[in-house]
DNA sequence: CATTCGTGGCA
DNA sequence: TTGCCAAGAAT
């Protein structure tokens, strides 16, 4: 049939033309596990990096599962989305508590793991195990979007169930691990939010949006919110050769990770006397600089200062949860992106 | 169903 | 400079 032909093209052209990744050359399921979590909302030529650090310090379920949670999130360290790796921890031990140290092999036991989801489930299930289930991520809601011509907002779950049926039954008889890679790697490198390459697509001769020349209108994308401002003041503190952290506690952001000692403000311009005595130093200190930048978030724009105190003599008392650091051990500390650019400018 | 989680590249 | 958003999941 006609459809047939065109998963068999769309199959040729994978084997052919796909890029080669590191997670690409293994079957086994914890590899592609770390890989799928990594590339969650991640750029491949970002997370292959990570993704070799990460297999080489822990190779399978057992080490990750007896690893501490600080040695995790320093694997992580710059990569956003913190939550990704302590889930990642939590999902090992499930794995060695729930069953029996041997990673799930189907779909429906996959999904029961910590930080893993309907795309992520479907990807390991069909990658390590050749289940036949659709893993939609944000590509193939495009890619999908796009060929079967649904007019339906991607972010609907209506939108999400008529394509997960649609694929279903497209995929049948394929290889599921082959077509679901092939429709993610059209995705990334042909089928482009603008500027699709529909010239070179191995599904182009079927494609709904391509035949009606409506690549511009489909998908329908819900339009995002305006980031809001939030302020925080910093002090980088040395006391004796040494610098100050804190450790983030709460549900908010950056939760676990270091960061110099902050209070959150209003948006008025702060003097260092009032962010200080906020923070509960009392005792003299002397300014060596004064820096500030804007830090991009999801929903919200930071806009961070950076003082460097000195203060004056080993007499100066740590607060509540503050901790001393020299620069050995401080690099060893799970620091965020916003700590090293904040080092960078002391 | 809407928000909240980072970071960095690019138009 | 600003906006957009990438191999999503938890709440």
Not at 60 to 73: C, H, K, M, P, R
Not at 96 to 104: D, H, K, L, Y
Not at 212 to 221: A, E, H, R
Not at 317 to 322: E, M, P
Request: proline share 4%; glycine share 8%; hydrophobic share 40%.
């Amino acid at each position: 049939m006609f459809m047939q032909r065109v998963i068999q093209t769309l199959s040729r052209w994978y084997n052919l033309e796909s890029r080669d990744l590191p997670w690409r050359q293994t079957t086994d399921a914890y590899c592609i596990w770390i890989s799928e979590i990594i590339l969650q909302q991640t750029r491949v030529v970002q997370g292959v990096g990570y993704y070799n650090r990460f297999v080489m310090e822990l190779p399978n379920i057992q080490s990750l599962a007896n690893a501490e949670e600080g040695d995790v999130l320093k694997l992580w360290q710059g990569l956003g989305y913190y939550s990704r790796a302590r889930n990642l921890h939590y999902a090992a031990k499930q794995v060695m508590t729930e069953f029996g140290g041997v990673f799930p092999s189907t779909y429906k036991d996959i999904l029961r793991l910590r930080g893993v989801g309907n795309y992520t489930a479907a990807a390991i299930a069909s990658f390590a195990f050749g289940e036949k289930v659709p893993a939609i991520d944000g590509n193939v809601k495009r890619v999908g979007a796009r060929f079967f011509g649904l007019h339906a907002p991607i972010h609907t779950m209506g939108f999400q169930k008529e394509l997960f049926s649609l694929l279903f039954e497209l995929m049948d008889g394929a290889d599921p691990n082959v077509f679901n890679q092939a429709m993610i790697e059209v995705g990334a490198t042909l089928c482009l939010p603008t500027q699709p390459k529909c010239d070179v697509c191995p599904l182009a001769e079927a494609c709904i949006a391509r035949l009606q020349n409506l690549q511009k209108q489909i998908p329908v994308v819900a339009k995002k919110q305006k980031p809001k401002d939030k302020y925080f003041y910093y002090v980088d503190i040395e006391v004796g050769g040494e610098r100050v952290l804190v450790r983030r506690e709460g549900e908010g952001i950056w939760q676990q990770l270091y960061e110099f000692p902050m209070i959150e403000g209003d948006g008025a311009d702060w003097d260092l006397e009032t962010v200080a005595k906020g923070l509960g130093i009392v005792e003299n200190f002397v300014v060596k600089g004064d820096r500030s930048f804007k830090h991009q978030l999801t929903h919200q724009t930071i806009y961070a200062r950076c003082w460097y105190l000195c203060i004056s003599s080993d007499k100066f008392v740590l607060n509540d949860g503050w901790e001393r650091f020299n620069e050995e051990e401080f690099l060893l500390k799970p620091i965020h992106r916003l700590m090293e650019k904040m080092i960078k400018f002391t």
